[in-house]
C-alpha cells in the first residue's frame, strides 16, 4: 500500500518539455503512481512516443506544443480547455547554448532568457485558474520549476545565458511562492546535476574539452531517474505541502562542491 504521506494518485499533472531527459523520467515517474499525466513537446513524433509508451502504466496525453511561445501557449491552453483543475504543474522545458562572450549573439541569449525564464513563468500565469481551482485550504496545488545546478555554481563551460535564466529561475520561484502562497499554491524548483539527457549527451564524452566525469561528483555518479522523480514527488505530495519558495539541489553534492 502507497504511504499516505507521498500519496499522488488521482492527481492531474503537467510536464513541459517532457519529449526525453529529465522531463521523461518525471512523467513516467508520475504516470506510474496513478497521476494523469499531459506531457508537451515540439515535436509530434517525439511526444507522441513518450506518451504512448507511458500509457502502458497509466493515462497519459501528449499535447504538441513549443511553449517558450505565445502561440504554442495558446495551443497547450486549448488543449487543455476541458480540464478544470491542475494539480501539480512542471515547468521543465529548456534550452542551452553556449560560445564565448565576444561570439555569444544578442539573438541566441535572448532566445535561452525566453525559452528557460520568460516561458515558466508565461506558464504559470495561463495556468493560474486551473492550478486555483486544484488547491483547497487542506489539499495543495503544486508548482515545480526544473532549474540547475548552474544557477549555484560558475559552469565550466560558456554557457552564459543558461546559466543567468536558470538563476533567475530559482529567484522567480522564490517571489511566485510568495505571491501564490495565499491560494495555497506551493512553489519550488528543482536544481538537478549531471542527468543523461540530449543536451547533456557531450559531457558523457571523454574527448569532448567539457567532458565530465561521475568521480567529479561528491556522490561519484550520475543522476538516476528516481532521483529526480523523488523530488517531485516529494513536493507534490502531503508530505511536502509546508514547503514553498525552496530551491532544492538535487546533484550528488555539486551544491556543497567548490
Given at each position: 500500500m502507497q504511504d499516505a504521506l507521498f500519496a499522488i494518485s488521482g492527481k492531474t499533472a503537467l510536464v513541459t518539455g517532457a519529449s526525453g531527459g529529465i522531463g521523461a523520467m518525471i512523467a513516467q515517474g508520475l504516470v506510474r503512481r496513478g497521476v494523469r499525466t499531459f506531457v508537451t513537446g515540439r515535436k509530434a513524433d517525439s511526444i507522441g512516443a513518450v506518451a504512448t509508451a507511458l500509457s502502458q502504466w497509466g493515462e497519459c496525453?501528449?499535447?504538441?506544443?513549443?511553449?517558450?511561445?505565445?502561440?504554442?501557449?495558446?495551443?497547450?491552453?486549448?488543449?487543455?480547455?476541458?480540464?478544470?483543475?491542475?494539480?501539480?504543474?512542471?515547468?521543465?522545458?529548456?534550452?542551452?547554448?553556449?560560445?564565448?562572450?565576444?561570439?555569444?549573439?544578442?539573438?541566441?541569449?535572448?532566445?535561452?532568457?525566453?525559452?528557460?525564464?520568460?516561458?515558466?513563468?508565461?506558464?504559470?500565469?495561463?495556468?493560474?485558474?486551473?492550478?486555483?481551482?486544484?488547491?483547497?485550504?487542506?489539499?495543495?496545488?503544486?508548482?515545480?520549476?526544473?532549474?540547475?545546478?548552474?544557477?549555484?555554481?560558475?559552469?565550466?563551460?560558456?554557457?552564459?545565458?543558461?546559466?543567468a535564466s536558470k538563476a533567475g529561475l530559482a529567484h522567480l520561484t522564490r517571489h511566485l511562492a510568495k505571491s501564490l502562497a495565499a491560494d495555497n499554491i506551493t512553489v519550488n524548483a528543482i536544481a538537478p546535476g549531471l542527468f543523461p539527457s540530449a543536451m547533456t549527451r557531450f559531457l558523457f564524452d571523454e574527448d569532448h574539452p567539457y567532458h565530465e566525469a561521475p568521480q567529479e561528483i561528491p556522490l561519484r555518479r550520475v543522476g538516476r531517474p528516481d532521483d529526480i522523480v523523488g523530488g517531485v514527488v516529494y513536493l507534490a505530495s502531503p508530505a511536502g505541502a509546508y514547503v514553498t519558495g525552496v530551491v532544492l539541489p538535487i546533484a550528488g553534492g555539486l551544491a556543497t562542491a567548490e
Amino acid at each position: 500500500m502507497q504511504d499516505a504521506l507521498f500519496a499522488i494518485s488521482g492527481k492531474t499533472a503537467l510536464v513541459t518539455g517532457a519529449s526525453g531527459g529529465i522531463g521523461a523520467m518525471i512523467a513516467q515517474g508520475l504516470v506510474r503512481r496513478g497521476v494523469r499525466t499531459f506531457v508537451t513537446g515540439r515535436k509530434a513524433d517525439s511526444i507522441g512516443a513518450v506518451a504512448t509508451a507511458l500509457s502502458q502504466w497509466g493515462e497519459c496525453t501528449a499535447i504538441v506544443a513549443d511553449v517558450g511561445t505565445d502561440e504554442g501557449r495558446e495551443r497547450l491552453l486549448a488543449a487543455l480547455a476541458g480540464e478544470d483543475r491542475l494539480d501539480l504543474l512542471v515547468n521543465n522545458a529548456g534550452t542551452s547554448y553556449a560560445a564565448p562572450v565576444d561570439a555569444f549573439s544578442a539573438g541566441k541569449f535572448e532566445h535561452v532568457l525566453r525559452v528557460n525564464l520568460s516561458s515558466p513563468f508565461g506558464v504559470v500565469s495561463a495556468l493560474l485558474p486551473k492550478l486555483r481551482l486544484a488547491a483547497t485550504a487542506d489539499v495543495h496545488a503544486c508548482v515545480v520549476n526544473i532549474a540547475s545546478i548552474d544557477a549555484f555554481r560558475l559552469p565550466p563551460w560558456e554557457s552564459h545565458a543558461y546559466a543567468a535564466s536558470k538563476a533567475g529561475l530559482a529567484h522567480l520561484t522564490r517571489h511566485l511562492a510568495k505571491s501564490l502562497a495565499a491560494d495555497n499554491i506551493t512553489v519550488n524548483a528543482i536544481a538537478p546535476g549531471l542527468f543523461p539527457s540530449a543536451m547533456t549527451r557531450f559531457l558523457f564524452d571523454e574527448d569532448h574539452p567539457y567532458h565530465e566525469a561521475p568521480q567529479e561528483i561528491p556522490l561519484r555518479r550520475v543522476g538516476r531517474p528516481d532521483d529526480i522523480v523523488g523530488g517531485v514527488v516529494y513536493l507534490a505530495s502531503p508530505a511536502g505541502a509546508y514547503v514553498t519558495g525552496v530551491v532544492l539541489p538535487i546533484a550528488g553534492g555539486l551544491a556543497t562542491a567548490e
